[in-house]
């Protein structure tokens, strides 16, 4: 089992849609959890940080984080052609010094 | 403006040869990372380095090395004991360590080797 797992995708929504990206990581000690955003060729950004279960919003961005389940998601709401990207979720693993990034799954948002 | 400066963005290599990434922050960031990302495969961590004249192995450290002699600098040399070194490489800094903030991360040198 990888440590952290996504679907690479491509997902597909439409403009204007809620497009929800979705994580799941192997240990259960995680403590901070990651979405960073990277266009094709380009480096990674952040986009959300969550270190408690719940909810956290920023905009038209949400993550959504259940360690009872060990599954953290990304909500993307009005979605743009702009957040046409590969979205990369990142947890920390055994010591809070190592960050473990899944593969990535690529978003498409069509017209 | 302050940031991560990756050199060269595109390097091409002969088999056999070494040859060396530089990253370069005026982030006044303690620690800094060297990444590789291959198609489908994510980001792997080669070497961290949490301060000047300290550093780690990552889980893929085999056929690189690294250096931290200034706080601003980190240059990764990937050796000719790499076995499949074409890959795109990140650097990236931190206030601290990873877990507890973000990573901000240099343009990325993309290397072929021929």
């Known amino acids: 089992q990888k440590e952290v797992e996504q679907n690479s995708g491509p997902l597909s929504v439409p403009e204007g849609a809620i497009a929800s990206l979705n994580c799941t990581y192997s240990d259960r000690g995680s403590q901070s959890f990651f979405w960073y955003r990277q266009y094709s060729g380009k480096s990674p950004e952040l986009i959300m940080f969550?270190?408690?279960?719940g909810d956290k919003e920023d905009g038209r961005f949400t993550a959504q984080l259940n360690k009872a389940s060990q599954y953290v998601s990304l909500l993307i709401r009005d979605s743009q052609p702009s957040d046409s990207a590969t979205y990369l979720c990142?947890?920390?693993?055994?010591?809070?010094?190592?960050?473990?990034f899944g593969t990535g799954t690529r978003l498409q948002v069509t017209l | 403006d302050g940031g991560i400066t990756q050199s060269p963005k595109y390097l091409f290599r002969k088999e056999g040869q070494n040859v060396t990434l530089s990253c370069e922050q005026n982030?006044?960031?303690?620690?800094m990372y060297w990444y590789r990302q291959d198609p489908g495969q994510g980001l792997r961590l080669i070497y961290y380095?949490?301060?000047?004249?300290?550093?780690q192995k990552g889980d893929i450290a085999e056929g690189y090395s690294v250096s931290r002699e200034k706080k601003e600098s980190f240059p990764l040399t990937v050796t000719s004991a790499q076995k499949n070194p074409t890959a795109f490489y990140l650097c990236?800094?931190?206030?601290?360590?990873?877990?507890?903030?973000?990573?901000?991360f240099g343009e990325g040198s993309r290397l072929t080797v021929l």
């Open positions: 982030l006044n960031h303690d620690a």
């Open positions: 380095s949490q301060i000047v004249n300290d550093f």
């Open positions: 990236a800094s931190s206030i601290a360590g990873q877990g507890i903030g973000e990573l901000f």
């Open positions: 969550i270190y408690s279960n």
């Open positions: 990142a947890v920390t693993t055994g010591t809070a010094s190592k960050l473990t």
